[in-house]
């Protein structure tokens, strides 16, 4: 499904950019999604890392979703002595998180998306 420009309301952007966005979007998909939510911003040089970094800022900031708390988690896991992956396939399965030291701890996001 396209995304659509003719949103009226900025957090029903965010919302369809939140449900679209992941870390292995390309740089056309990357400027649809970052026009979505600034219209009147040139983004014109941005690359796709700088559009990654500021579209998963704004969505750690204003949108509750999966992204804030597989953040939250790594954050609560990044110091510790483990390995930690996300979107996993396990069985018939995906993990949203998953961390192996020893024990094995599997996380399962459920949001409102």
Not at 82 to 96: I, K, P, Q
């Amino acid at each position: 499904m396209p995304l659509t420009k003719t949103t009226d309301n900025k957090q029903t952007a965010i919302k369809q950019v939140a449900k679209r966005y992941h870390a292995l979007s390309y740089l056309p998909q990357l400027q649809e999604m970052f026009s979505l939510i600034h219209p009147h911003e040139d983004y014109s040089s941005f690359g796709k890392f700088e559009l990654h970094r500021r579209i998963n800022h704004h969505l750690l900031d204003t949108y509750p979703g999966e992204q804030a708390i597989k953040f939250a988690l790594f954050e609560a896991y990044k110091a510790k002595p483990l390995v930690g992956a996300f979107e996993m396939n396990v069985n018939n399965s995906r993990l949203d998180f998953l961390t192996v030291n020893g024990v094995t701890t599997g996380f399962e996001i459920k949001s409102s998306l």
